[in-house]
């Protein structure tokens, strides 16, 4: 699995995202509360754009009548249809059973580290023959 560099910490300020495509997949980076998630920007039930879509909280109710709010922006609401699936888990909360959406790990790393490498530069054989330089590749 290869790793890319998506953002700085700071530019994706909590509660916000930012939609990215590495090696041609549409990826939502999300921020909650200084964590980072991201998903496929892919719905599981019919291929909507979900990463566009609203974040939101969690209903729940253990009987009529009486609901409780919790989470509040940590539920991704695909655009399309209103499917809704937990950020942390890619959880779907419409099928729970059998749907969710893919996770890609994320780290933060320092700047120092990443800017140490291991990386090689490619290099190229130069040489000056009579006033042409000569680059070979």
Same mark, same amino acid.
């Given at each position: 699995?290869? !790793?890319?560099?998506?953002?700085?910490?700071?530019?994706?300020?909590?509660?916000?995202?930012?939609?990215?495509?590495?090696?041609?997949?549409?990826?939502?980076?999300?921020?909650?509360?200084?964590?980072?998630?991201?998903?496929?920007?892919?719905?599981?039930?019919?291929?909507?754009?979900?990463?566009?879509?609203?974040?939101?909280?969690?209903?729940?109710?253990?009987?009529?009548? *009486?609901?409780?709010?919790?989470?509040?922006?940590?539920?991704?609401?695909?655009?399309?249809?209103?499917?809704?699936?937990?950020?942390?888990?890619?959880?779907?909360?419409?099928?729970?059973?059998?749907?969710?959406?893919?996770?890609?790990?994320?780290?933060? *790393?320092?700047?120092? !580290?990443?800017?140490?490498?291991?990386?090689?530069?490619?290099?190229?054989? =130069?040489?000056?023959?009579?006033?042409?330089?000569? =680059?070979?590749?």
């Amino acid at each position: 699995m290869s !790793r890319h560099i998506v953002a700085a910490v700071g530019e994706i300020p909590p509660g916000g995202r930012k939609l990215v495509t590495l090696n041609g997949r549409d990826i939502g980076v999300f921020n909650l509360g200084g964590e980072f998630f991201a998903l496929l920007n892919r719905c599981p039930h019919q291929g909507g754009a979900l990463c566009r879509g609203s974040l939101t909280g969690l209903v729940t109710s253990t009987t009529p009548g *009486e609901f409780t709010w919790s989470r509040a922006g940590e539920m991704l609401k695909c655009p399309w249809h209103g499917w809704e699936y937990d950020v942390r888990t890619g959880q779907s909360w419409c099928d729970p059973e059998d749907t969710k959406v893919r996770l890609y790990p994320v780290t933060i *790393e320092p700047g120092e !580290r990443l800017a140490k490498g291991p990386y090689v530069a490619e290099t190229f054989t =130069v040489s000056v023959e009579q006033a042409y330089i000569v =680059v070979e590749v």
